[in-house]
């Protein structure tokens, strides 16, 4: 397989102006016929026009209604070449047979539980039709789809319905126009069984938009949820960047079998079910959230993706960046307490070539321009970036221009936030001088080398910072000695109590004047930058800044950063056979969360939750995940029984009777009830137990049932088994609750556990061709550090095996699987020639795809 470069970016030779596409839907076989006109770019050219397509069947091709000849074209397993096309616009029409009953990969036209779908992002649509599959061929569509309307009473396409009728032989077929150019990987088709959930949307030019989320008629109760997340989403864009939807009819169809979480196709989302169904009774918090989250995050890809697309895909975060951006600023849930890894489905956008970062990465850097330019600057820059480049394919550095341009700002070398690979180190040292009553910040920074990259320049990083008095109070900051210049930072001659740094050199000072007495400084507020921070502040400094800091990300972090030292020293003990002690402080420092009334429930949870093991593991030279694990479950137990009291009070005082809202208050409690209620789990004791079980039982939503399934499935015994039994009786019709069921079993750490998830396999609710099931329990068992690192090779040698056998069914899927193995460095001797010997087997493996070959082969170079 090649790999291929941006440097190597080529316009293409040919434009395609407009698609006419129809579609024979069959059982055993499907044609696609596609009608292109075509234009050279270069008036007069006729260099040879290159169409990829995958394992596609040619029946014909035709050039301006002639039948081509077979020695003016060229065909293999990924292209067709028409040698010499006519000089000047023509119109191309090829006809091919495809097999989508056998498409096992989800990619192209596929089927799931009966009904016909599409996923062409990112290079899916050859596996449809021959075309030149790069998102700067923008074309306008239509789709005329035929097919049995017994099995297939809908069909469904982009934008708007031209025409529908009946056939001969108990068919039917429907005609769809989209208005809008688009990049074929936002094509889409849907053909099946479905029933609508239907609504309107005015938008605030007063038009009427038709909204249908389409599913099985069995799951339509549960889609009201998602309904409401969209007319949020739609709303939301309105209010806060002025844009409106561009079309008359916006549908969502849900289905089971996807590789991600959701596609943006235009006007015709397609969803895993995953993120589009819920009740109370089957559906957690955390699922309620996503599925705002997603249907937001698609929704608002209409303007940032799709009216403006990507020029090629390494620009991938010039779309994805930009809109989890929005989708994390969107939504009445907004909270700024935002752990570093937000993990959702499009993250693990790999595989493909993504570019330098992931989308998470691209929001940040998106949100430094927020933080830079203000909320009215930013929508300046936003405003300019859609009037400059509606219906156009664009790169990163046209989205950086426009916000440079609107704002008349220079902003130095902010660009190499996207060429240059690595997380910055940010050191900052502090001095105060009573005397002069000045505190000074000095700042350092450095790029780590990459693989390609040796020597890095210097960044430019937005410090969002303030300082708290000895009352915790945040102090007037007024001007700042810089460069050699005294400048003001008051506004309007006021002072302010937090203001936003531009570091840019690999050293630089500040001076702040007028600072009556020494301050703890908080900085980098609301994660103002992407980068790793080493300030000299003591763990009194961070004790301070998590009982008083005003910024509550900062609040939050002061507490992790506690913790991850105190763990890190701990694990250390833990290595050189020291017996275990919890410093007091921490204990003291988290206790006073835990009792104050005055904090925000979701804030209290996530301050007393422990950060996660990969994380700690991340920051040891060699990560010993058994270590981590015993150092972690330690402090758990230990806190829970130095707290019990507390923790038992706030289980009790934040339960409730009353019926399952959807609101922060309520999510806050059950999040803080559930969060206690696992720590006393941890005791292993009589009463912890049978406080569980009484909450399993009483439980009346799928929030505090699983979370008190998974409280008790901690520990190992009769009780774990019987409640995991009931669990299973009582949902294994429903496929969505089933797979919670695999994945807390996936990731329990009772030593050992590889062999349950072996038998697992064998369930009759798992397939290895549900992707959502994989995620499950293969992705589950792959997250835990204890089984899938266990030291005698067993969790890696059945990572290796399911992976040269899921490559068959799902390259897709077996390569998100496979990523688990990329580290494989950081671990001991031992581990590494372990993990190695798996991927260089799964690397030797016969007809391995190209997907499972980059990132196996990646791994080992
Ligand atoms: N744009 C898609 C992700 C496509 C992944 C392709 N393998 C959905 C999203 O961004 O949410
Ligand atoms: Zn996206």
Known sequence: PKEIFLKDYKLPDYYFETVDLSFALGEEKTLVNSKITVSPRVEGSSSPLVLDGHDLKLLSIKINGNGLKDAHYQVDSRHLTILSPPSGAFTLEILTEIYPHKNTSLEGLYKSTGNFCTQCEAEGFRNITFFQDRPDIMAKYTCRIEADKLLYPVLLSNGNLLEQGELEGGKHFALWEDPFKKPCYLFALVAGQLESRDDTFVTRSGRNVQLRIWTPAEDLSKTAHAMYSLKAAMKWDEDVFGLEYDLDLFNIVAVPDFNMGAMENKSLNIFNSKLVLASPETASDADYDAILGVIGHEYFHNWTGNRVTCRDWFQLSLKEGLTVFRDQDAGPMAHPVRPHSYIKMDNFYTGVREGLFSSFLGAEVVRMYKTLLGSEGFRKGMDLYFKRHDGQAVTCEDFFAAMRDANGVDFANFLLWYSQAGTPIVKVASSYNAEAKTFSLKFSQEVPPTPGQPIKEPMFIPVALGMLNSSGKDLPLTSVFHDGMLQSIASNGEPVYSTVLRVTKKEEEFIFSDITEKPVPSLFRGYSAPIRLEADLSDDDLFFLLAHDSDEFNRWEAGQLLARNLMLTLVADFQQNKPLVLNPKFVQGLKSILIDSSLDKEFIA????????????????????????????????????????????????????????????????????????????????????????????????????????????????????????????????????????????????????????????????????????????????????????????????????????????????????????????????????????????????????????????????
């Not at 137990?637 to 009070?649: F, G």
């Not at 496929?735 to 996936?746: E, G, R, T």
């Not at 994989?774 to 204890?786: D, M």
């Not at 990329?822 to 020639?833: A, I, K, L, P, V």
């Open 606 to 861: 996530k301050a007393i939750t422990l950060p996660g093991e990969g994380e700690i593991m991340d920051m040891m030279k060699v990560a010993d995940p058994d270590a981590v694990h015993a150092v972690r479950s330690f402090i758990r137990k230990q806190l829970a029984s130095e707290l019990r009291a507390e923790l038992l009070n706030t289980v009790k005082n934040n339960r409730s009777s009353e019926a399952y809202e959807f609101n922060h208050p309520n999510m806050a409690r059950r999040a803080l009830k559930n969060i206690a209620l696992a720590y006393l789990a941890s005791l292993q004791d009589e009463e912890s137990a049978t406080l569980a079980l009484n909450e399993y039982k009483s439980a009346t939503n799928m929030t505090d049932q699983f979370a008190a399934l998974a409280a008790i499935a901690q520990n190992p015994g009769k009780t774990r088994e019987e409640v995991l039994a009931d669990f299973y009786n009582k949902w294994q019709d429903n496929f969505l609750v089933v797979n919670k069921w695999f994945a807390l079993q996936a990731r329990a750490d009772i030593p050992g556990n590889v062999e349950n998830v072996r038998n697992l396999l064998n369930h009759p609710a798992f397939d290895l061709r549900n992707p959502n099931k994989v995620y499950a329990l293969i992705g589950g068992f792959a997250g835990s550090p204890v089984n899938f690192h266990a030291k005698d090779g067993s969790g890696y040698k059945f990572l290796g095996e399911i992976v040269v056998q899921l490559d068959k069914i799902n390259p897709q899927v077996a390569s998100r699987m496979v990523s688990a193995f990329s580290r494989w460095r950081r671990y001991d001797e031992t581990r590494q020639s372990l993990a190695k010997a798996q991927l260089e087997m799964i690397v030797s493996a016969n007809g391995l795809s190209e997907n499972v070959f980059e990132i196996a082969s990646k791994s080992l170079a």
